[in-house]
């Protein structure tokens, strides 16, 4: 009867997460700048053979206005590298465009509210997720007379200032590849594939490093977003449940010397495993909670998350030539070795087996941050949110067995078993319970690598 019970919390989650996730994108009204993109170019390059693509695009010149609240993020941004500086740079600094023929590009059905502005009168229209009464640009102020909708999505952080030859001759708007900058922009009704770069625009027009590629993903609204949370509040709760019994189940059946052991350790202690999992997916839930009031967080880790999957170096960057390729089995293989080898062994294993239990305290504080990453908050993520816990909840299920026995190292050494056992035997036995789990952990994170390699290239 409880395995029914955990079975319908499951399924009560995924079906709230999906619902949801239909229903608010169901009444949205798609522009042609709903999953539209942008190219920046940052030395001050024109591409004149840009003519030859297919597609469509917009010629336009972006002024880029410092904000004082987000100075200090970005002096810290930039401990991690000029790269990774300039792109969240021109990601978190307001952006002016100067646009030609908006009222081609710009219909007033994609105001929210106001009107659309007239060239050369000093009226600009604002995105959905700013906007002022004036905005001071040189020695000149200008009038907000509209705001865009929602659905404009890839100006949502930006101002539109109509084109006129005026504006054009004054140094505000002269491309110098730093504030000021030649800009493409592609309208697009369809969300863009994530190899985007590498098959629906070739390199050769708009190189990583001499281009910066904007996009933008549309904000949940607040109600949607605590649903989509509650639904994953009760797939976590029913999915551990349901977890903790096929471990006791295991335990019951399993005869194997590797795989015994560390399954009657969870029987042992189920009371311990399941704190560990309250701690660990409730600090994650912390995290989703906390950062839809402050977004500014989350794109930034995206946005460098993005960054080292797009330049094709480092552990994500090797993951994502490995997607790329299309092949479940390769890409599966790669996911596996990059989370047992590094997110397991090499962060929560092997740490605390130099500093007992030291792993665990690494293991809580990626919890948070996967919080961080994983939450809602944007059309991006929220779209297919149910799949995607699914991938979420394995990965972390092989990171919370990893720290449970990391934990039992730690518990090993403050008390042995058999009064006046020697320390050193009660590390060996940590040691060795360590070593069979780290092969539990591994048909864990398997089978999670299988589901994230299918859900990546075939499902999402």
């Known amino acids: 009867m409880k395995n029914f019970a955990w079975v319908t919390l499951v399924m009560v989650g995924i079906g709230i997460m ?131 909708r929602p659905e404009v999505t890839l100006f949502q952080k930006c101002y539109l200032l109509p084109f006129h030859q005026r504006y054009e001759a004054t140094r505000l708007f002269e491309p110098n590849g730093d504030d000021v900058r030649i800009a493409y922009l592609f309208p697009s009704l369809e969300k863009p594939k994530w190899d985007l770069i590498t098959k629906d625009l070739p390199q050769s027009f708009f190189p990583r490093d001499r281009f910066h590629l904007y996009t933008e993903s549309m904000r949940v609204s607040r109600a949607s977003y605590y649903f989509l949370l509650l639904g994953i509040i009760l797939f976590l709760i029913g999915s551990t449940l349901l977890m903790t019994k096929f471990y006791l189940y295991l335990a019951a059946k399993v005869r194997n010397r590797v795989l015994a052991p560390p399954l009657n350790e969870i029987a042992h202690r189920r009371n311990l495993f399941l704190i560990m999992h309250l701690i660990y997916f409730g600090l994650m839930i912390v995290g989703m909670a906390m950062i839809y009031q402050i977004p500014l967080i989350q794109e930034c880790i995206i946005t460098l998350l993005k960054g080292e999957v797009e330049s094709g170096q480092g552990i994500l960057g090797t993951a994502g030539k490995a997607y790329a390729t299309g092949n479940i089995f390769y890409a599966a293989l790669v996911t596996v070795l990059i989370n047992y080898l590094w997110a397991t062994l090499a962060t929560i294993t092997l740490p605390s087996i130099i500093i007992p239990s030291i792993g665990v305290l690494v293991s809580i504080c990626r919890a948070a941050v996967l919080g961080i990453c994983f939450a809602p908050a944007f059309s991006e993520i929220s779209s297919n949110i149910a799949v995607s816990s699914i991938v979420v909840f394995l990965e972390c299920e092989g990171y919370i067995v990893a720290s449970f026995f990391a934990l039992l190292l730690f518990l090993y050494l403050i008390r042995g078993r058999v009064k006046g056992e020697p320390i050193w035997s009660r590390y060996v036995r940590g040691l060795l319970i360590n070593g069979k789990a780290a092969i539990l952990v591994f048909v864990i994170l398997l089978i999670a690598a299988f589901c994230e390699a299918i859900a990546v290239i075939i499902i999402l």
């Open 18 to 148: 999906a619902l949801t996730a239909f229903v608010w994108q169901k009444h949205r009204e798609l522009t042609p700048w709903t999953y539209g993109f942008l190219f920046a170019s940052t030395t001050n390059e024109d591409i004149s053979n840009a003519t030859e693509l297919d597609r469509p695009y917009v010629r336009s010149i972006i002024r880029l206005e410092p904000e004082a609240q987000v100075k200090p993020l970005l002096e810290v941004i930039k401990l991690g590298g000029p790269q990774s500086a300039k792109t969240i740079e021109f990601r978190l600094k307001q952006k002016v465009i100067l646009f030609p023929s908006m009222e081609q590009h710009i219909k007033k059905e994609y105001l929210a509210w106001g009107r659309l502005p007239i060239s050369g009168a000093n009226e600009i229209i604002c995105g959905s997720q700013i906007g002022n009464e004036t905005l001071p640009l040189g020695s000149e102020r200008y009038e907000i007379v509209g705001g865009l």
